[in-house]
């Protein structure tokens, strides 16, 4: 079948989840009641010189953004086929409307709509919502943005106005044919082409990769460089972004030494500039620029009509990216059929275009467009598949109030580090002189593995400036810095105002250990004869046919188990030196059981199985107190000391820290079944994740809610 084939009849999304939502159209606001269309909707994309049919919500891409107020009324109707899921929202009672694929409902028949009708109580700030089912997430997400109750302000300083970013994926190929390839040969399917701010990858991305020199410096000595125009009709700049030059020799005679910026050679000459320290980037000719790393400080004043080299350090030059060309889910079968991960994507995106440094994407980025004295709001959102990114503005702080829509006491940093399923509100001044101004996401690279290491783009133009001003680029931590990673983690508190208090459980009735681990299982039809695999304690999950929380409500046998181990059935040194053999992971749909209102703390050790690597956790149907972290094997008998039960950060989703731990704490006060699992995409496809069933409560108004009537049928 076609691509277009398949997704004429493809039994989409079971849900949309909160916090990832698919598409909708607002229709009505009535009060406290708010009303919204999903269409699921297949478009023809265009990106990075490709263009590909895709899944959209109401033909958007990304979404539409859900804008409600604390304490209404929610009523989505999905229609043709897709499941979405409120990426965070907490759905008391209420599992039907949270959407993952047969954890709360079975998917949504072709030309068959489903109504997610839920309430919005106790939250308030940013979240998201996306497809829920298959690696779909790739195209169908959008915002969600909740305000305060009327009357209730901001717990921070008023802004001038708001911004969604959406930092996203793009993949040239067809993303679920990479996915199958992939499981075919039991290898990871291919990493995206690029990633994407609002849907836009950035200018980062030339079709011209190997038509770029490359020189490699080491940093604190000095190169020779031998320079000779040889352009038939132009006089030419030379320089080196953020490097002075020692001109020691023209038209090979010495010359006394001095030192410029920049020097002025014409056709035939040549000059010898020799002291330039090494860092990151040269420039020759008068060309644009379109492929450099994002460390370089370019003068906003450069123009270039020509040619265009790099010259790279062994911080090297990285590409970054999150759009697909191709069909996410056929790669994402393809991989497993190989037993392989997928392909990378082809771009990042912001607000689901890549940006100007991106092939064929001049029109592909997003701008926002401030002025100069005035605050601005950013609700940031990692939509990404697979990939932890920084993001940071060229010549702006950024002041955190807000992670996962929960107030923060704010502080302020250079760059945020958001994982995949996290959402984070900064505060930025246009404090700057008038320009334009790079906004930059690029992934967090913390593991020896392939990385989809492309660099997407927005832009912050002040008012008044003109397009054809080059935008300055901003300085982001080195793609594998941790040290920077486990600071900005640690500068995260809650509020814990009397307002907006920080309900810790101090008490705990339940404590867990999960271990976080890859692996590798027998595949008799992929390459080699084995598949990746990941898992929790062990044990790799197998998805139902049948809704476990149908399974659950309605008393249905031999869907699931309640045995999911408290602990791993065998310690061992967990990030000691990486293991590589004894890889086989047990397979089931092993959940664990929760006593109603009782208080869990769950410890989640990363682990040296094939490599350590950082893993966002996601919960749904709670938020959690994220009540310690370090690196290494969790000592049970000194770290528990060091645990913040003042003022954690609360969160939905966590991410464990490369070869280290994370300890995180709930109550237990919402009845039902609630998936928890990896963000990263791939990882989840893998089996990393479970699910908890929390028992009911004795009171009334603590069981889980009757089935709505059109809950899609099985």
């Not at 990263?680 to 009911?696: C, D, P, Q, R, Y």
């Amino acid at each position: 079948a076609t691509f277009m084939e398949n997704r004429q009849n493809f039994p989409f999304f079971p849900f949309f989840y909160f916090f990832c939502l698919l598409g909708f159209v607002f229709i009505q606001a009535e009060a406290a009641v708010k009303k919204y269309q999903f269409d699921i909707q297949v478009r023809n994309v265009s990106r990075l010189c490709h263009a590909k049919p895709i899944v959209t919500v109401n033909g958007m891409f990304p979404g539409p953004t859900i804008y409600v107020r604390e304490g209404d009324r929610v009523l989505v109707n999905v229609t043709n086929s897709a499941q979405y899921n409120m990426h965070g929202l907490k759905q008391y009672r209420n599992g039907w409307a949270d959407g993952p694929a047969y954890i709360t409902q079975c998917p949504i028949k072709t030309g068959n709509s489903y109504v997610y009708d839920f309430n919005v109580t106790g939250q308030r700030g940013t979240l998201w919502w996306h497809a829920h089912i298959f690696w779909l997430r790739a195209t169908v997400y959008g915002a969600v943005v909740i305000m305060p109750k009327q009357g209730t302000p901001f717990p921070f300083p008023q802004t001038e106005r708001e911004e969604n970013i959406l930092l996203g994926e793009w993949w040239n190929n067809d993303v679920e044919a990479l996915v199958k390839q992939g499981n075919r040969l039991g290898l990871p399917p291919n990493m995206s082409d690029a990633h994407t701010i609002n849907g836009k990858p950035g200018p980062l991305f030339p079709c011209s990769d190997k038509h770029t020199f490359a020189m490699e410096v080491e940093q604190g000595k000095t190169y020779l460089l031998r320079i000779i125009n040889a352009a038939l009709n132009d006089e030419l700049f030379f320089a080196i972004a953020g490097h002075n030059l020692t001109v020691v020799e023209v038209d090979a005679v010495y010359t006394k030494p001095f030192t410029t910026q920049a020097i002025l050679i014409t056709p035939g000459q040549t000059t010898n500039p020799p002291k330039c320290q090494a860092d990151i980037l040269w420039l020759l000719g008068l060309s644009w620029m379109r492929h450099f790393p994002l460390t370089t400080k370019l003068p906003q004043q450069y123009y270039n009509t020509k040619a265009f080299q790099t010259l790279k350090t062994k911080c090297n030059c990285y590409n970054f990216r999150e759009w697909w060309n191709n069909d996410v889910e056929a790669l994402v079968k393809q991989g497993n059929r190989l037993g392989l991960p997928p392909n990378m994507s082809d771009a990042h995106t912001i607000n689901g275009k890549p940006g100007p440094l991106f092939p064929c994407s001049d029109k592909h980025t997003f701008a926002m467009e401030v002025e100069q004295g005035k605050t601005y709001l950013l609700r940031i959102i990692n939509a990404a598949l697979n990939d932890e990114l920084f993001f940071a503005i060229a010549g702006h702080n950024l002041t955190v109030v807000e992670v996962d829509a929960v107030y923060t006491k704010p502080f302020t940093t250079q760059a945020i580090l958001i994982t995949p399923g996290q959402t984070t509100n900064v505060l930025v001044q246009a404090s700057q002189v008038p320009s334009r101004y790079f906004m930059a996401a690029r992934p967090f690279m913390d593991a020896p593995l392939s990385i989809d290491n492309k660099t997407a783009t927005a832009i912050l133009q002040y008012k008044g400036i003109p397009n054809t001003v080059l935008p300055i680029l901003p300085q982001l931590p080195a793609p594998n810095d941790t040290t920077f990673a486990l600071s900005y983690n640690t500068k995260l508190r809650s509020l814990n105002s009397p307002q907006f208090p920080a309900n810790v459980p101090t008490k705990v009735d339940r404590h867990l250990f999960y271990t976080i681990g890859l692996g590798i299982n027998p595949c008799p039809t992929c390459l080699n004869g084995t598949q990746l695999t990941a898992s929790l304690n062990n044990i790799t999950f197998v998805m139902p046919q049948i809704g476990l929380l149908q399974a659950h409500y309605f008393n249905i046998k031999g869907v699931f188990r309640t045995d999911f181990p408290d602990r791993p059935h065998t310690p061992f040194n967990y990030t000691g030196a990486p293991l590589t053999a004894n890889l086989g992971t047990k397979l089931g749909t092993r959940l664990s059981k929760v006593a109603f209102n009782s208080t869990v703390e769950l410890l989640l050790q990363d682990t040296n199985l094939l490599s350590v690597e950082s893993h966002p956790l996601h919960l749904h149907g709670y938020n959690f107190f994220i009540v310690g972290t370090g690196v290494g094997n969790f000592d049970p008998s000194k770290d528990p000391a060091k645990f913040n039960l003042v003022d954690p950060p609360e969160r939905n989703t966590v991410g464990v820290p490369t070869g280290g731990w994370t300890a995180i704490r709930f109550r237990a006060d919402n009845p039902g079944v609630w998936f928890m699992h990896c963000h990263l995409e791939l990882h989840t496809s893998w089996g990393l994740k479970t699910a908890f069933v929390v028992e009911n409560g004795k009171g009334p108004d603590q069981s889980v809610l009757p089935p709505p009537k059109d809950l899609p049928p099985c």
